[in-house]
């Protein structure tokens, strides 16, 4: 069985103690809560960020595709520096579509001139690589039908 009167005597001293308790567990769990809530800040921060970068890289990929169709020579013969009139107007075009992920990437419009040109770069290097045939051959007749086999 339990004594009463224990019990009894701890009520005065926890009823005292009352207003410190509160203060301290309101304090431990005010605390933690702004800590979650900076975590969960900054975890989703460099996420968004992330996604802006992605997006910009992206924008930026599609405006030196479009460059590269429009030229006659597919830029493959030329130079493209980055103060090039027409990198300038593809980096203000992404910067008038996504002015939030320019903002919250901290680009400036030199900055996408430089990621434009980067991807023409890339696309220049990838043309490289490809080697076209000088002549287009007739297609030789099917294999079965060099051996004297019928087609099926």
């Keep these: ?8 005597a701890i009520g005065p001293i926890v009823e005292t103690l009352r207003p410190i308790i509160t203060a301290f567990v ?9 800590f979650g809530v900076a975590l969960l800040k900054r975890w ?4 968004l960020q992330s996604t802006y970068v992605d997006s910009l890289r992206q924008a930026a990929q599609t405006e030196a595709g479009v460059l590269v169709a429009e030229a006659s020579d597919n830029l493959s013969s030329r130079s493209i520096t980055v103060t090039s009139p027409a990198i300038a107007a593809a980096a203000a075009r992404i910067a008038a579509a ?5 903002r919250a990437v901290g680009k400036t419009p030199e900055d996408l001139g430089r990621l434009v040109a980067g991807e023409i ?8 690589k490809i080697s076209v045939p000088t002549a287009i051959h007739a297609p030789h007749q099917n294999s079965d039908e060099s051996h004297g086999e019928t087609p099926r």
């Excluded at 989703?44 to 996420?47: C, I, L």
Aim: no cysteine; hydrophobic share 45%; aromatic share 0%.
């Design 26 to 34: 309101t304090t431990i769990v005010g605390a933690a809560i702004t």
């Design 121 to 128: 770069g890339k696309l220049q290097a990838h043309a490289t």
């Design 98 to 102: 996504m002015p939030e992920a320019v």
């Design 44 to 47: 989703t921060g460099v996420t």
């Design 1 to 8: 069985m339990t004594n009463t009167a224990s019990v009894i």
